[in-house]
């Protein structure tokens, strides 16, 4: 079946660092692909998608590429803030269309 | 202002004593679900509702049940909570999710221990 792999954490920067959170999948033809991000105590919410192969999403900063010759979609962001602590977790939308499929998360600590 | 909300946000519980999660929505949205969130298994959904009166299974549905009477509400009912149900749910909904996707909006979660 349909599954997401991201890298463990936690990840621990240093404010104004390079992030680099790697996701793959696997799935039966290409999928739409997200990154959601779960502020402390918060629920999730939608930080950017890709709906085909090759696109780019983006969203405050944070990028990621639908790339369908390795099946990955990493997450990126060339200058951490602070407040960008938090759990980040990849997902893609199964092939009926009635779930989204998370991976495990990724606990992002940026410190000052 | 467009929201999913939850109720309640935490409960402590017993073994055995029937409980209901109330999940509303304002958004005039046909899609609704459930997911649990557990340390290392990420986000799993329990059912999931395409419209009213129409609910099926997610990928751990045992020991949930769920009703579809209104649009705006799912609530999610455990009628005899064990304590491998403590866990973090969420409630999420959209417009549909099928075909091109529609942002699923997701409640605050509740946070729930069975002892």
């Known amino acids: 079946g349909d599954s997401v792999t991201q890298m463990e954490g936690p990840v621990t920067l240093s404010e104004e660092a390079f992030l680099t959170i790697n996701c793959t999948y696997t799935a039966t033809g290409y999928p739409s692909l997200f990154w959601y991000v779960q502020y402390p105590g918060e629920g999730l919410q939608l930080l950017l998608k890709?709906?085909?192969?090759?696109d780019k999403g983006s969203n405050k900063g944070f990028e990621a590429t639908y790339r369908k010759e390795t099946t990955s979609f990493h997450l990126e962001k060339g200058s951490v803030q602070v407040s960008d602590s938090a759990v980040y977790f990849c997902?893609?939308?199964?092939?009926?269309?009635?779930?989204?499929?998370f991976g495990k998360g990724t606990t992002l600590s940026v410190s000052s | 202002e467009a929201q999913v909300t939850q109720n309640p946000r935490y409960l402590i519980t017993v073994t055995g004593k029937k409980l209901t999660v109330t999940c509303s929505q304002n958004?005039?949205?046909?899609?609704m679900s459930w997911y649990r969130q557990d340390p290392g298994l990420g986000l799993r959904q329990i059912y999931y509702?395409?419209?009213?009166?129409?609910?099926d299974k997610g990928d751990v549905p045992e020991g949930y049940k769920v009703s579809r009477k209104e649009k705006r509400n799912f609530p999610l009912i455990l009628e005899s909570p064990s304590p491998n149900q403590t866990s973090l749910y969420f409630c999420?909904?959209?417009?549909?999710?099928?075909?091109?996707?529609?942002?699923?909006?997701f409640g605050p979660g509740t946070r729930l221990t069975v002892t």
């Open positions: 890709a709906t085909k192969a090759d």
């Open positions: 958004m005039n949205h046909e899609y």
């Open positions: 509702s395409m419209n009213v009166e129409v609910t």
């Open positions: 997902a893609l939308i199964n092939q009926a269309g009635t779930a989204l499929i």
């Open positions: 999420a909904s959209s417009f549909s999710p099928s075909g091109t996707f529609y942002e699923q909006y």
